[in-house]
């Protein structure tokens, strides 16, 4: 299972390891919108493929 996040700048982050694939999806967040999200957050807004 894979999850992944489309951010509305058109960026997809996909990730196998959940863990991971929240660091990545924080790191875009704070890198190029300047906004931080929990786990929580980054989990809520993803979808499982």
């Known amino acids: 299972m894979s999850y992944v996040v489309t951010c509305p700048c058109g960026v997809t982050i996909r ?5 991971q ?5 924080q790191k875009h967040g704070k890198e190029v919108h300047n906004q931080e999200a929990s786990k ?10």
């Open 15 to 19: 990730g196998e390891d959940v863990d």
């Open 40 to 49: 929580e957050q980054v989990l809520a807004m993803a979808r499982q493929e």
């Open 21 to 25: 694939f929240v660091k990545d999806v």
